[in-house]
């Protein structure tokens, strides 16, 4: 008997079933996310059956956080718009969350710059841009890539919405460590998380229709 995969099976489905909020769903999924790892080590277990149990999890955890208000925080933005809760509160929300290391979030710069243009002055939307690096690695990263590809190319890369630099998805900095990005998540009117999305499409028009349609949706209600 295979009693770590057993154990880290039960472990998966038991998540749905302890956590209340968001936070704890977080704490849940970082202790499994650990165990799997582990457990992976310890039993040599091939990458494909962990790569598996990994998207169990995060599906997992997808199910736990459906339904459930994001924490309190405080955020400013970099042009010093400052968001909390209750500046949110009545408005359909969708939040992108990103490093300046995932070449998927890069991708998807062009179809964010066209969404924030499409829905701004919209007062029941906002459009919030996590960023998990700080400002000055932002910046240093727009100049190098300027340096490398844009010189050649003519095409740099210009990111017009604002954003809020140097911060893990509202304090669970290990969560940071171990999600996949671009991470992307939906909140209604009622301030409850009403769907997630993870990775890029890795094409513009599909990725802009979906991100437009899960907004509308709810405008709409």
């Known amino acids: 008997?295979?009693?770590?995969?057993?154990?880290?099976?039960?472990?998966?489905?038991?998540?749905?079933?302890?956590?209340?909020?968001?936070?704890?769903?977080?704490?849940?999924?970082?202790?499994?996310?650990?165990?799997?790892?582990?457990?992976?080590?310890?039993?040599?277990?091939?990458?494909?059956?962990?790569?598996?149990?990994?998207?169990?999890?995060?599906?997992?955890?997808?199910?736990?956080?459906?339904?459930?208000?994001?924490?309190?925080f405080n955020l400013t933005t970099l042009s010093g718009n400052l968001v909390t809760n209750e500046s949110l509160s009545g408005k359909v929300v969708y939040l992108n969350i990103w490093t300046i290391h995932c070449g998927a979030c890069w991708q998807e710069i062009p179809v964010l710059n066209k969404l924030d243009t499409v829905y701004n002055g919209n007062e029941d939307f906002v459009f919030i841009s996590l960023l998990l690096d700080k400002e000055q690695e932002l910046s240093e990263f727009?100049?190098?890539?300027?340096?490398?590809?844009?010189?050649?190319?003519?095409?740099?890369?210009?990111?017009?919405?604002?954003?809020?630099?140097?911060?893990?998805?509202?304090?669970?900095?290990?969560?940071?460590?171990?999600?996949?990005f671009p991470t992307h998540l939906f909140i209604d009117k009622q301030g409850k998380i009403s769907k997630k999305l993870t990775g890029s499409f890795f094409d513009s028009q599909k990725q802009e229709t979906y991100l437009r349609t899960a907004i509308d949706e709810l405008l709409a209600k």
């Not at 790569?51 to 997992?60: I, N, P």
């Not at 911060?167 to 171990?178: Q, R």
């Open 1 to 72: 008997m295979k009693t770590p995969l057993l154990l880290s099976m039960f472990l998966l489905s038991a998540i749905g079933l302890q956590a209340q909020t968001f936070n704890e769903c977080a704490a849940e999924f970082r202790s499994k996310w650990q165990k799997i790892q582990l457990d992976a080590v310890t039993q040599k277990r091939n990458d494909k059956k962990v790569d598996s149990l990994f998207r169990t999890l995060e599906s997992a955890f997808e199910s736990c956080i459906i339904g459930n208000e994001l924490p309190q």
């Open 142 to 180: 727009l100049e190098g890539h300027k340096k490398r590809i844009g010189a050649l190319t003519n095409r740099n890369i210009e990111i017009d919405f604002d954003l809020i630099a140097n911060e893990a998805p509202f304090g669970n900095k290990d969560l940071s460590k171990i999600l996949p």
